[in-house]
């Protein structure tokens, strides 16, 4: 980009023509670019080409929509002459963005990481694997934009990985798995080469080793580590802010907090590739809206009887498709809900106006 920002420093974060392209605007109203690298209330620190800044961001998320606040991974348009200090005054558009529903009643989405090419699920070999939670989080992956890749850590606490392998990749069509131990330092060489130069989100439950594996993709002790405890054999919640780090080997890793829950959002493209032998299954299915369940002439429940479908990957399947289904209901509920919200006091500021207006003309006619 113009005036000297085109520096590897800062091209390193994932700078490039487009975006300098769509910063032009900005650049013309003497805004610096910049990228979220951490993001804490109501401040953010964000790096510039002329070095990292600790910003206010107010101003961009005044909307307070949750899907439009600042978060790590975006590239924004930086004052760094605002009266109070530094502030962020515009959001560039999202390429991409790792969302979740929250937790709230409200029926809202999260997001997590935006602008990833990269979303990587690390799942420890350590604890038993659960294939569900796995195709949760390559629907959502899926749905992100990026591409999904599968990190089964730990490898050095199992004696054979081949059966886990197998299973995970029964479970994440289309998506690389990878084995890698940090300790041993196996597979850690072939994930730093696949997210070299690219922007990476890694994913994952407390105790799946994501601030040992980050330390060993930035050949540092960078994120703290906690054990696992022994009571219960869970992990420590050690990262508690998401963090986007430069990679020796060119581009950027965000390491995310351990991840409880991981509601679906909008996921209906991401289930569709994560279980795409179904979807195959169903267009040969005799009904064109078969539900799988009793119908003749169902190519899914023929395929559970040729035992070629495991019946726990139809289960998912249909588990995960009502979540989906229920929260884009809840969704629909609480658009409509703001619609007629914003309706009524639309309305009632009208009939203030002209109730304004007849008090006005009756006051000129006295």
Not at 203 to 218: I, P
């Amino acid at each position: 980009m113009t005036n000297g920002s085109a520096s590897l420093p800062f091209t390193s974060y994932g700078w490039d023509s487009i975006l300098d392209t769509e910063f032009t605007p900005y650049a013309a109203q003497g805004l610096l670019p910049g990228r979220i690298v951490r993001v804490d209330r109501g401040l953010c620190d964000v790096v510039t080409p002329d070095g990292t800044l600790r910003a206010d961001t107010t101003f961009v998320n005044a909307s307070g929509d949750p899907m439009k606040l600042a978060c790590t991974g975006d590239w924004a348009a930086v004052d760094p002459d605002a009266p109070t200090g530094p502030a962020l005054r515009a959001l560039l558009p999202r390429r991409t963005a790792f969302v979740r529903s929250t937790s709230s009643s409200r029926s809202e989405g999260q997001v997590l990481a935006a602008n990833i090419d990269h979303a990587v699920i690390a799942v420890s070999l350590a604890a038993e694997l659960d294939l569900g939670r796995l195709e949760r989080f390559l629907s959502l992956a899926w749905e992100s934009g990026a591409q999904p890749l599968v990190v089964l850590t730990k490898a050095d606490l199992v004696g054979d990985t081949t059966h886990l392998l197998a299973d995970a990749e029964g479970a994440a069509p289309g998506v690389q798995v990878l084995v890698v131990s940090a300790t041993t330092g196996e597979g850690i060489d072939v994930l730093a080469a696949v997210l070299a130069g690219t922007t990476s989100v890694l994913l994952g439950q407390s105790g799946a080793g994501k601030s040992t594996l980050t330390n060993a993709l930035l050949g540092a002790e960078v994120q703290e580590v906690q054990g696992i405890r022994d009571a219960d054999g869970k992990g420590r919640h050690t990262t508690t802010t998401r963090d986007l780090l430069p990679l020796p080997s060119g581009g950027v890793l965000i390491d995310t907090p351990g991840l409880r829950g991981v509601g679906l959002w909008d996921a209906e493209t991401g289930l569709s590739q994560v279980f795409s032998e179904i979807e195959a299954l169903s267009a040969d299915c005799r009904f064109h809206d078969c539900a799988h369940v009793a119908e003749p002439g169902c190519a899914v429940l023929a395929a559970l009887e040729e035992g070629t479908l495991p019946h726990r990957r139809l289960e998912s399947y249909r588990k995960l498709l009502r979540e989906n289904a229920w929260i884009a209901s809840r969704t629909d509920q609480r658009l409509r809900a703001e619609m007629r919200r914003d309706w009524k006091m639309k309305s009632a500021a009208g009939r203030a106006m002209y109730e304004a207006k007849r008090g006005g003309g009756h006051r000129r006619e006295a």
